[in-house]
């Protein structure tokens, strides 16, 4: 059974930071993992990507303040946020694929590449 938690959500002032955490409870080892976000009223986007052996991927509105990163130990997927501002609203979802992310351009565009999925945790920046 596979479980991807997410957690790290909440209420944030602007310019401020958080870190969100996906941990999986799995027992298969995922090769890449991702975060994406879903605004009110908008499509669910993807934030950034993470391969196995460490590569990332970020889309353009995250570069610069969101960095992807994980504990191989903890079986945990970070994505840490500065200088947060309204627009970064959102319920944020972990993503994670048994392969490896390949064109990680392409996994972060496309929802329908990814096998399992996080229920969630919102940010709110007010």
């Known amino acids: 059974h596979v479980q991807l938690v ?3 959500g909440g209420s944030v002032r602007p310019d401020g930071s958080l870190r969100l955490s996906c941990r999986d409870s799995g027992s298969r080892s995922f090769n890449c993992r991702g975060w994406f976000r879903q ?5 669910r986007e993807g934030v950034a990507v993470i391969d196995l052996d460490g590569s990332t991927e970020y889309s ?3 570069k610069g303040r969101f960095t992807i990163s994980k504990d191989i130990a903890a079986k945990t997927l970070y994505l840490e946020i ?3 501002t309204a627009e970064d609203t959102a319920i944020y979802y972990c993503a994670a694929d048994l392969r490896w992310c390949g064109d ?6 496309t ?3 990814w096998g399992f999925w996080g229920q969630g945790t919102q940010v709110t920046v007010s």
């Open 104 to 109: 990680k351009s392409y996994a972060l565009a």
């Open 111 to 113: 929802r329908r590449w």
């Open 39 to 43: 605004a009110p009223g908008k499509e």
């Open 60 to 62: 353009e509105f995250a």
């Open 6 to 8: 997410e957690s790290g």
């Open 82 to 84: 500065s200088s947060l």
